[in-house]
């Protein structure tokens, strides 16, 4: 792998320690997966709540913000995905003193290293949108499916390590998304059905995610009868990058890449449709009826979803709780457009900057007792299973529906 | 002695008994970290530890989590001896090289089919090419 100079001079320790490390894992992971060089990004964004840290990985960034501030500060803009917790509504939710604790260490860990504390993962959104051919090191598979996809930005996936060490050395190595040959389709996706709603652009997407089930495969899809939305693209390729560790997709008329996506011939097509969709919903729906919490999360809420869902809950009361998580960039719109209040007169949370299966989701359930989720995010139907749920996916109506009555539709 | 040839390894050279599945793997969506068990109700291992072993799976999946994840395991030491994959995606790689775990993956045949569960087996990640050999078959009673 070859490294310029500047990379040459971090590796002997010439800028800090911090830097040091940073090039070192790079090389590491660079080496494992081909890369040949480094390229420089635009902005990293980190993706580091405290239950995926624990104890050892805030004292893994503690050591670094103890370093001389020339040595520590981050070269290039970098931000954050969304924390392990809203701290003005960690009491209500039943968090335990030591998660505020270590989020409140993580925090002034990366204050120090000149991160940004943007806590979201729709910050293509809410923040920057990359241009089209930046490269980045993003740390949210939603945004960098999304930022590829739609906004053909060019990143792989970057946990949170690797994003903290493109921050730190203002480049990444150069592989996978970063090149032209792996941007290409891979696989030809068919169909004669356009979703209407969030929850069934986010079903479609895992139904392609599992079709394709590999990062390094980029799905192709044909045949939508409009173009979607950014709420849709959002749910559809946070659900595909969930379900199948994706991490680009191409829509044929739409997306910016996709003319260019196939050499001729085309490969054979998988048709899918509004049966395969019905086939997961139907997966999620064996839990009986009854349903302990309601949430609106994973992506965090844009601003328009907060008005759907106030205008869904006006005049309304929650039996059981119902969380609307959102970004704190949208959160301010929400309180000054009365968007907030609306939600929270119908005994509804708004919760900002965390998200909820990055916000100790398995002490959350035991705490509350929550164990029958309803969601309209198909991206937090895959991930709960394994934190002790039994989740099922639903539209936001149904959603809503199902908090003032305790019931499911 | 059965080898097989990988094309991407790294970390030490460690032994252990193999767990396999032709299942993906992610820290967050698949384990109970504190109790070091497959919690995820849909995976082939459900309910077994994977602890100390060397894990032989299909492919990475999901998310970014299991960069930080598979540090914060080994700092616990709650965590396998080895990560062994068909294919893995840029988050394990990650998580390994921060981790310092012994990962290996990209082979000319299926290893979740070519490796017996439980047999012990050494992943090589030190070789060139790395190698994962079969030493013994599974155990049995």
Known sequence: ?409 | MTAYRAAAAMGRTVRGRALVASDGFSARYDLDRIAGIFSRPQHELAGRSYVGVVLILDRAKGGVATAWMLHEMAARGIVPAALVFNTVNPIMAQGAALADATMMSGFEVDITRAVPDGALVEVDAEAVPPVLRVISGAETG
């Open chain 1, 1 to 409: 792998m070859h490294l310029h100079d500047e990379a040459e001079a971090m590796l002997r320790g010439e800028q800090g320690q911090a830097r040091r490390w940073a090039v070192e894992h790079q090389i590491r992971v660079g080496r494992y997966l081909g890369a040949r060089d480094l390229v420089p990004v635009g902005q990293a964004h980190i993706m580091a709540d405290t239950e995926s840290l624990g104890e050892a990985g805030v004292a893994f960034l503690e050591r670094f913000a103890a370093m001389p501030e020339q040595q520590r500060r981050v070269r290039v803009p970098t931000i954050t995905d969304p924390r392990g917790t809203d701290f003005g509504a960690a009491v209500r939710l039943k968090q335990q003193d030591w998660m505020v604790a270590l989020e409140r260490r993580a925090v002034a860990a990366f204050e120090a290293l000149g991160v940004l504390m943007t806590n979201t993962c729709i910050n293509y959104q809410t923040i920057m949108p990359p241009v089209r051919g930046e490269h980045m090191a993003y740390g949210d598979t939603g945004v960098v499916i999304y930022c590829n996809s739609v906004l053909g930005a060019r990143s792989n996936f970057e946990g949170g390590p690797s994003a903290l060490a493109a921050g730190l050395t203002g480049f990444t190595p150069r592989y996978g998304y970063h090149l032209d040959a792996c941007r290409r389709g891979s696989l030809l996706v068919e169909t004669d059905w356009t979703p209407a709603a969030l929850h069934e652009w986010g079903a479609l997407g895992g139904v392609i995610g599992r079709l394709a089930g590999d990062y390094w495969r980029v799905p192709v899809i044909a045949g939508f009868d409009r173009v979607p939305g950014s709420d849709e693209l959002k749910h559809f390729g946070a659900a595909m990058a969930s379900f199948g560790s994706v991490a680009m997709f191409h829509i044929e008329g739409v997306t910016p890449e996709a003319a260019d996506a196939f050499d001729s011939p085309r490969p054979a097509p998988v048709t899918v449709g509004r049966q395969a969709v019905a086939s997961l919903l139907a997966e999620y729906a064996t839990g009986g009826d009854k349903v302990d919490v309601v949430v609106f999360s994973a992506p965090q809420l844009s601003l328009l979803e907060m008005q759907a869902v106030a205008a869904m809950l006006d005049n309304r009361r929650v039996v059981v709780p119902l969380l609307a998580v959102t970004s704190p960039q949208v959160k301010p719109d929400a309180d000054r457009m009365g968007l907030t209040q609306r939600i929270e007169a119908s005994g509804a949370m708004v919760l900002s900057g965390m998200c909820f299966y990055q916000s100790y989701a398995r002490e959350l359930g035991e705490a509350n007792g929550w164990r029958r989720l309803a969601t309209n995010s198909a991206k937090l139907t895959n991930i709960l299973g394994g934190y002790g749920y039994a989740p099922v996916l639903l539209s936001m109506e149904q959603c809503v529906e199902a908090a003032c009555t305790g019931r499911l539709p």
